[in-house]
């Protein structure tokens, strides 16, 4: 059974940075991709980045480019998204998912996504 738990969320000024974490275990962490969702109150949930198993391919929505940044350090089965230059339109919680049936590429549809966290709170506040 493969377990993804997230942390780093909190309440943060506007213009403000935070990165969050995503440890995923009970697999071989370098064979799966890994993205980060999010879902605001009212609204779907997006994909705000994705990343292949060696993170050689990454997706970002635009709404986040040049903002946001996602890695992983699979020595330690973590994935990270930093986030920079917060904006209040950003919160939300956000959700890290694993998907093991395509690890070379960076996923951009939740159906491809085999396991999921239960997701931290992000808040930034104006």
């Known amino acids: 059974q493969v377990q993804v738990v997230e942390s780093g969320g909190g309440l943060v000024q506007a213009g403000g940075s935070l990165r969050l974490s995503c440890a995923a275990s009970?697999?071989?962490?370098?064979?799966?991709?890994m993205g980060w969702f999010r879902q605001a109150p009212g609204k779907e949930r997006e994909l705000v980045a994705s990343?292949?198993?060696?993170?050689?391919?990454?997706y970002y929505a635009d709404s986040v480019k040049g903002r946001f940044t996602i890695s992983r350090d699979n020595a330690k089965n973590t994935v990270y998204l930093q986030m920079n230059s917060l904006k209040p339109e950003d919160t939300a919680v956000y959700s890290c998912?694993?998907?093991?049936?395509?690890?070379?590429?960076?996923?951009?549809?939740?159906?491809?996504?085999?396991?999921w966290g239960q997701g931290t709170q992000v808040t930034v506040s104006s």
């Open positions: 998912a694993a998907n093991f049936r395509s690890p070379a590429v960076a996923p951009t549809i939740p159906g491809m996504y085999d396991y």
């Open positions: 009970g697999r071989t962490f370098n064979s799966y991709s």
């Open positions: 990343i292949s198993w060696s993170g050689g391919r990454t």
